[in-house]
């Protein structure tokens, strides 16, 4: 007989909806296309279309409004939020593992987000009424390497995938939290966390003019990506060493969103 003492289960990856690769495929092949139109010059007129909208739309205390809430979007007090929801989850269960989707939010979002804006080297609709107060037509195009890299990086919207990315993980964290507590998080309430800032962030940053609205569809479309990717992970089950304290297996994430 053969001796199966000390023989792991298989670690499988969490299941996402809608199941399945061709989905991330999806996303991914609608941020190349819609990328490749954009440098072809396509869409543009739906770009200016809405920006000017927004322009001639944006009375005071609505330029307020939507000024505090594209704060739900603003990537490093949300990592940090993420980052101390992690650490009390792990004190609270004494395991490593909750700290562990921060971490990987954090360098998901920092190696795809920051290098993709810096490669595509797109103005904001507002380089034409402040600096470095281009023509209007010379905002839209992508690949301006002739401008400084602070005048270029608004494709794609890192606050709609930042939002996207950390929200999901707060809502990640936030099932096994209350779990400690003997209470469940209603379905609800984290399906409104992880759409209702995204959404918000979406429409304020492109109503604000921080963004053109193929930015802030870019960023959707990668911030969905990066998402699924978070939440396959088996966080319960991903091998860590067993010299890391806190590292052993749980059953945390198995129920949670």
């Given at each position: ?38 440098t072809t010059h396509h869409l543009f007129g739906v770009d200016r279309a809405v920006a000017d909208w927004a322009e001639t739309h944006r009375p005071t205390v609505a330029y307020w409004l ?20 992690g650490v009390l989850v792990a004190i609270r269960i004494r395991s490593i593992r909750p700290i562990l989707p921060p971490v990987v939010g954090f360098v998901l979002t920092t190696f795809t ?145």
């Amino acid at each position: 007989m053969r001796n199966t003492a000390g023989v792991r289960e298989p670690v499988r990856l969490r299941p996402v909806r809608p199941a399945g690769w061709w989905y991330d495929a999806l996303l991914l092949a609608a941020l190349a296309g819609l990328t490749v139109a954009l440098t072809t010059h396509h869409l543009f007129g739906v770009d200016r279309a809405v920006a000017d909208w927004a322009e001639t739309h944006r009375p005071t205390v609505a330029y307020w409004l939507a000024r505090t809430l594209n704060l739900l979007g603003q990537g490093t007090p949300l990592t940090l939020i993420a980052a101390g929801l992690g650490v009390l989850v792990a004190i609270r269960i004494r395991s490593i593992r909750p700290i562990l989707p921060p971490v990987v939010g954090f360098v998901l979002t920092t190696f795809t987000i920051g290098p993709l804006k810096v490669w595509t080297a797109r103005p904001a609709p507002s380089a034409s009424i402040k600096e470095p107060f281009l023509a209007p037509e010379q905002t839209l195009p992508l690949f301006q390497e002739n401008l400084p890299l602070r005048f270029a990086q608004s494709y794609p919207s890192g606050h709609v995938a930042n939002a996207i990315v950390w929200y999901g993980v707060l809502a990640l964290l936030l099932a096994p939290l209350l779990r400690t507590y003997g209470r469940t998080v209603p379905p609800r309430l984290v399906l409104a966390i992880r759409v209702l800032p995204p959404l918000i962030v979406l429409c304020t940053t492109t109503y604000l003019g921080w963004h053109w609205l193929t930015d802030s569809v870019a960023g959707l479309l990668l911030g969905l990506f990066l998402d699924r990717l978070v939440h396959r992970v088996p966080w319960d089950d991903v091998p860590l060493p067993a010299r890391v304290p806190w590292s052993g297996r749980t059953r945390l994430f198995t129920s949670g969103p």
